[in-house]
C-alpha cells in the first residue's frame, strides 16, 4: 500500500488538475518520482517521502501514515501557484475510499514551499507541497 499510486489516482481523475497540466485522466502529466526527459510543462511529480507505522502492540497496525510529497512545475509562477491550488482543494480532506487499490482513510494538507531555478537558460517554477495520508490496510 503506497499512498503515491492513491494520489495519482485522485489528480489524475480531476478535470479542474489537468485543464492546469494540458493532460487528461487517461494522459495525466502526473508522474511517479520523476518526469520523463523530455517532457513539456506543466507537470506533476508525486513522491513518498516517508512512512510512521501505527504500533498497536497488539498485532499488525491496520493503518500506517504516509507523508506523500507533490511538486508542480511550470514555466510561469502563475500557473504553478493555480496548480498548487487546485490540488490542495482536490486532496485535503477527502472522503474515505480507495484509489488504485489504496484505501484511504484521510487526506491532510502538512506544508507548501516555492522555489525557482533556470534550467537550459529558462525559468522553472516549482511549489513542493506535503500531505499527510492515513492508509489502511
Known amino acids: 500500500m503506497n499512498a503515491k499510486h492513491a494520489i495519482l489516482k485522485i489528480l489524475a481523475a480531476s478535470a479542474t488538475f489537468n485543464a492546469l497540466i494540458g493532460g487528461t485522466e487517461a494522459a495525466a502529466k502526473i508522474y511517479y518520482n520523476r518526469a520523463p526527459q523530455g517532457n513539456t510543462h506543466p507537470y506533476c511529480i508525486v513522491r513518498l517521502q516517508d512512512t510512521d507505522a501505527n504500533d498497536t502492540k497488539s498485532g499488525p497496525s491496520n493503518f500506517d501514515y504516509q507523508y506523500v510529497q507533490v511538486l508542480h512545475m511550470a514555466t510561469t509562477e502563475d500557473v504553478c501557484a493555480q496548480m498548487a491550488a487546485a490540488a490542495r482543494l482536490i486532496l485535503d480532506r477527502i472522503s474515505e475510499g480507495t484509489w488504485n487499490t489504496v484505501t484511504v482513510a484521510s487526506i491532510q494538507f502538512q506544508s507548501s514551499s ?8 529558462k525559468p ?14
Not at 516555492?114 to 537558460?121: L, N, Q, S, V
Not at 522553472?124 to 490496510?137: A, D, H
Open 124 to 137: 522553472m517554477y516549482t511549489t513542493e507541497q506535503i500531505y499527510k495520508v492515513m492508509v489502511r490496510s
Open 114 to 121: 516555492d522555489f525557482d531555478d533556470f534550467i537550459e537558460d
